[in-house]
């Protein structure tokens, strides 16, 4: 079965830090990505970042790139997404997302990744 299951979401300072954790089943294909999505009340769904199981390579938004780091452990059953240095900006309810098999990896389209958590929820207080 396919699941993702956001966790690590909080209340924290402005220049503080958060580290997301995605529980990732169903997905240890080497064609497979997982990413980041995030959404604040009254915007649009933004990509934050992806990383591929093929080659490992990770790409980020421009608002967070240097301060975000994204990671998964050996088994690619957890993703991780490091948050450094947050800015009251980056509050909203943070989705993990995938895709199986011949991933389209972009950030710009919400609606080429397939597969979603449920979502955590970061603030970040000024």
């Known amino acids: 079965e396919v699941q993702l299951v956001e966790s690590g979401g909080g209340l924290v300072q402005t220049g503080g830090s958060l580290t997301l954790s995605c529980a990732a089943s169903?997905?240890?294909?080497?064609?497979?990505?997982i990413g980041w999505f995030r959404q604040a009340p009254g915007k649009e769904r933004e990509g934050v970042s992806y990383?591929?199981?093929?080659?490992?390579?990770?790409d980020y938004a421009d608002s967070v790139k240097g301060r975000f780091t994204i990671s998964t452990d050996n088994a690619k059953s957890t993703v991780y997404l490091q948050m450094n240095s947050l800015k009251p900006e980056d509050t909203a309810l943070y989705y993990c997302?995938?895709?199986?098999?011949?991933?389209?990896?972009?950030?710009?389209?919400?609606?080429?990744?397939?597969?979603w958590g449920r979502g955590t929820q970061v603030t970040v207080s000024s």
């Open positions: 997302t995938a895709q199986k098999g011949d991933p389209v990896l972009y950030l710009g389209s919400w609606y080429l990744w397939d597969y």
């Open positions: 990383i591929s199981f093929k080659d490992g390579s990770t």
């Open positions: 169903g997905f240890t294909g080497d064609d497979d990505a």
